[in-house]
């Protein structure tokens, strides 16, 4: 007879959670859940970009040391966003990585999708207004240029891509001499290596600009 949930063992409980796989910048991560690769965007919070130096690089080693490759994680999916990722509040042991992100001044509160975390909004407002009193991370700025601010900007005015070792490029798909697009890789791991040859992103594989590239690819 099938071993019902609540008489799992601690190995098969754990066993059955998402884990880490590996993370990007300080907002974005992939995990495998049920012999699925997916890309998890944290909810109702919002780190710098990798680009808003030194904040955005803080941020993300700050995620990466919270969530390593192997992290076992439980996940409240609040949504699914327009680039198809899954919105997610990540915990380790019951304790929320996104509030900590925001107490640590890595991310500041998303606000305009804060009613995705409704149950503990009051708690992201909270450690935001303590992390900028105590002038943390992000908040050592005098006059910070908020996270989609910044996108914005990049938007408006991307930046011209950078040459590029000619033995790199002969490692990529042809398409990086003309234009490509994230059907040309077979993995993800492809793509986020053209992303990362070519700053500015001029083959725009990063979609919503949060350093990962074609986040549906394997």
Known sequence: MATELNERSPAQVQASLPVVISTGDGDTLRIRDQE?????????IDAPEIAQVPW??????????????????????????????????????????NLKLVEEGQAVVYREYLDRCADTRNQYLQAEA?????????????SPLMPWEFRQ????????PSSTDDDAIADFP?????????????????????L???????????????????????
């Open 36 to 44: 699925q690769t997916i890309t998890v965007r944290l909810a109702c």
């Open 153 to 160: 900007g990049q938007n408006n005015q991307p930046e011209p």
């Open 196 to 218: 990362t040859a070519f700053p500015g992103d001029p083959h725009r594989l990063d979609g919503d600009l949060d350093g990962v590239a074609c986040e549906r690819l394997p």
């Open 56 to 97: 955005g690089e803080q941020a993300a080693s700050r995620l990466n040391e919270l969530l390593p490759p192997g992290q076992v994680v439980q996940m409240r999916v609040a949504d699914r966003d327009q680039y198809g990722r899954l919105v997610a509040e990540l915990f380790v042991n019951h304790a929320s990585i």
């Open 130 to 142: 303590q992390a900028q009193q105590r002038q943390t991370g992000f908040w050592q700025q005098a």
């Open 174 to 194: 042809a398409c990086v001499n003309t234009d490509c697009d994230c059907q040309d890789f077979r993995t993800q791991a492809e793509a986020q290596a053209v």
